[in-house]
């Protein structure tokens, strides 16, 4: 592989900072679970990169996608078609309920929900969208404009119409009433709230069934099913946002399977296209007739782009084949009960929670008032990358310090034991250093 050019500047000398700091070592290689930086440490990933490499990385299957599509078509005038494009949205139209028949495959989540807003605006005519406290959807306005986990600061007025609904987080319980399990008060408080606030015009929910920035909030039972009567009793249309929870993750190809729930419309991104920018907005055929009709437009440079749509057709046949969804269960187990075994260990971990391979570590200083810990957790979080082990710690406003840990869905075991050992390393030495600083 020949080796991009650097000058001695410092790596970030001609790089805008988006958010979170550059890690401090360049990332030379990735396979599978691991990946290596330019000195060739290893380093396991517990992220699946950015929620995308749920096969791992460079699996040979996506490998070998990306060379077929070579031979074929990268990339077309947004007007013309391709088999790999036709294919994928047949192939997700037969996974899918029969009302969630059409596709718009566009590159990244920010983008499908921005579709996504769209369509539901034109066919309802109103254009009040409930977004959920502690949501993440992406970076562009419209989408932006419902994520309330971070980055609405600084850039002037939102959308028109964005309102919002508590996420139901029975461990810092939104209306101050449950603790460590939701009885649903906050959904009625917010509906309540919802009504007081609109003008008449709601149009959509838009949702992660699992919330996973906001810290990995697993609803209770028969959450999405009231959610929906709500919608329904005011005519809104729930959008589900599965980015992250689509193909594997909690163990079914989407979550709103295992809840029992079928949204009015779908929003898929960093799973479909296995670490290439591929996303999808899907509605029905009635919707699509009648946006269609009102002149609804949405064509971006790489819609119905060929290259990633091959390497999505890949990542079904892989999941399928390797029976992705039974080991996310399997080995979510494993790491269930590693993080488990953490938190009776280690004083610092408030809560363990989340299924599949989706499971949310979120760290206190109290475990009686549930105070966050952020500071010990980046300093845990930077100790674990230097023992070879990278994971996400996400912050929801002042409230919540948590790891988002994710492995791919083809984690090993071992790799598992070896990461919750790290952590078990990490935890002991910060915490111990940290007291010692307190005692001297
Ligand atoms: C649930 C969810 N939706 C949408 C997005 C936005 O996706 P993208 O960053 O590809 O625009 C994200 C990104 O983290 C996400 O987690």
Redesign the pocket.
Same mark, same amino acid.
């Given at each position: 592989m020949s080796k991009p050019h650097l000058t001695n500047e410092p790596w970030d000398a001609h790089l805008i900072r988006y958010g979170m700091p550059f890690a401090k070592r360049l990332i030379e290689r990735a396979r599978g679970t691991l990946i290596w930086d330019s000195e060739g440490r290893e380093i396991l990933d517990f992220t699946s990169g !950015?929620?995308c490499a749920t096969l791992g990385h460079n699996h040979p299957r996506i490998v070998e996608a990306i060379q077929e599509a070579c031979e074929g078509a990268l990339h077309l005038f947004s007007g013309m078609l391709s088999p790999p494009v036709v294919a994928l949205s047949q192939r997700l139209a037969a996974m899918l309920p029969p009302h969630l028949s059409k596709s718009l495959f566009l =590159? %990244? @989540? @920010? *983008? #499908?929900?921005e579709a996504a807003l769209k369509l539901a605006k034109m066919h309802s005519g109103r254009y009040e969208v409930v977004g959920y406290t502690g =949501?993440?959807? @992406?970076?562009?306005s419209g #989408?932006q404009s419902v994520n309330y986990v971070a980055g609405r600061q600084g850039y002037g007025p939102m959308m028109p119409g964005a309102l919002s609904l508590p996420a139901p987080n029975p461990y810092h319980c939104p209306v101050r009433r449950c603790r460590d399990a939701c009885d649903g008060t906050c959904l009625e408080v917010g509906f309540d709230m919802v009504d007081a606030q609109s003008t008449g015009s709601l149009a959509a929910v838009i949702a *992660?069934p699992v919330e =996973? +920035?906001g810290g990995v909030i697993v609803p209770p039972d028969g959450y999405w099913r009231k959610v929906k009567s709500h919608c329904d009793k005011r005519g809104m249309l729930l959008i589900f946002?599965? #980015? !992250? %929870?689509a193909f594997g993750r909690l163990g079914c190809d989407f979550a709103f399977q295992h809840f029992g729930v079928e949204p009015d419309m779908l %929003?898929l =991104?960093?799973t479909l296209g296995g670490g290439l920018?591929l +996303?999808a907005t899907v509605i029905s055929d009635a919707m699509d007739a009648d946006c269609h009709e009102k002149g609804f437009i949405h064509p971006t440079s790489h819609v119905s782009d060929p290259l990633p749509a091959h390497v999505a057709l890949a990542v079904l046949d892989v999941l399928a084949e390797e029976n992705l969804n039974a080991r996310a269960l399997a080995m979510g187990e494993r790491l269930g009960a590693g993080l488990r075994y953490l938190q009776d260990k280690h004083e610092i971990i408030g809560d363990v929670r989340g299924f599949g391979l989706l499971q949310g570590v979120e760290l206190v200083k109290d475990r009686e008032t549930r105070a966050p810990d952020a500071a010990t957790g980046r300093a845990i979080t930077a100790r674990c990358m230097e023992l070879g082990l990278s994971m996400n710690i996400v912050s929801v406003g002042s409230m919540a310090a948590i790891w988002r840990i994710a492995p791919p869905l083809t984690v090993t075991r071992e790799e598992i034991e070896r990461g919750v050992a790290i952590l078990d390393q990490a935890i002991g030495e910060v915490v111990a250093e940290g007291s010692k600083t307190a005692v001297g």
């Open positions: !950015q929620m =590159s %990244t @989540g @920010g *983008e #499908a929900n =949501s993440w959807h @992406g970076m562009t #989408a *992660e =996973s +920035s946002d599965e #980015a !992250q %929870t %929003t =991104s960093k920018p +996303s």
